[in-house]
């Protein structure tokens, strides 16, 4: 079983920055694609964004594209999103996940997931 951790939400003022990490660790798996979600409170969870694996292709909700930056070190297992120019809307618990699958539509084609990180922007 493979164990995802996040790291690096806490409460942050406007405008300001976060680095969110994701370790993996345990039983490797051929992943084809990693993301971050997020889920705000009331609402259900969204995409945020992914890269693919296999030639570091990025995606991004049109939402935070320009502001965040997803991106992984392979050597550490690791993934993360650099988050800038935060904005209160951004405050959500969020997740990341990766996936056995090449082709992603949904969250639902996401195998392992960790456990969450808070974000909190205040205005």
């Known amino acids: 079983q493979v164990r995802l951790v996040e790291s690096g939400g806490g409460l942050v003022q406007a405008g300001g920055s976060l680095r969110l990490s994701c370790v993996a660790s345990?039983?490797?798996?051929?992943?084809?694609?990693s993301a971050w979600f997020r889920q705000a409170p009331g609402l259900e969870r969204e995409f945020v964004a992914r890269?693919?694996?296999?030639?570091?292709?990025?995606y991004y909700a049109d939402s935070v594209k320009g502001r965040f930056t997803i991106s992984g070190d392979n050597a550490k297992n690791t993934l993360y999103l650099q988050m800038n120019s935060l904005k209160p809307e951004d405050t959500a618990v969020y997740y990341c996940?990766?996936?056995?699958?090449?082709?992603?539509?949904?969250?639902?084609?996401?195998?392992?997931w960790g456990q969450g990180t808070q974000v909190t922007v205040s205005s």
């Open positions: 996940a990766f996936s056995t699958r090449d082709y992603v539509p949904d969250d639902k084609a996401y195998n392992d």
């Open positions: 345990g039983r490797a798996f051929t992943y084809y694609n």
């Open positions: 890269i693919r694996l296999s030639d570091g292709r990025t």
